[in-house]
């Protein structure tokens, strides 16, 4: 059973930055893209930002210039900042392995992030 377990988020102010870690198996890191989604109340689960083995990033439009992305495999982790967080970024936020993008491969439980003032 592959477990991936995702801490930080909780309540985070405009003015503050969200901080997600992912702790995600090691023997995944040389192959598989991993990155976060999220899905807020009532809205379907969307990419945020994944990274690939060879550390190329991709970002969603909404969180472009403003959140980033890394691996650190001696740690087993992927870590998510979010700048400025806006209200609208209030939502559950997964992390996520896959081989490759055609499959959906294995999830966390999720932590919320709840950004209010």
């Known amino acids: 059973q592959v477990q991936l377990v995702e801490s930080g988020g909780g309540l985070v102010q405009p003015g503050e930055s969200a901080r997600l870690s992912c702790v995600i198996p090691?023997?995944?890191?040389?192959?598989?893209?991993m990155g976060w989604y999220r899905q807020g109340p009532g809205e379907q689960r969307e990419l945020v930002a994944d990274?690939?083995?060879?550390?190329?990033?991709t970002y969603a439009d909404f969180v472009m210039g403003r959140a980033t992305i890394s691996s650190d495999i001696a740690k087993s982790t992927i870590d998510l900042q979010i700048d400025s967080p806006k209200p609208e970024d209030t939502a559950m936020y997964y992390c996520?392995?896959?081989?490759?993008?055609?499959?959906?491969?294995?999830w966390g439980r999720g932590t919320q992030v709840t950004v209010s003032s």
């Open positions: 996520n392995a896959r081989a490759h993008r055609g499959v959906d491969g294995f």
């Open positions: 990274i690939t083995a060879g550390g190329t990033t």
């Open positions: 090691r023997s995944l890191f040389k192959t598989y893209i």
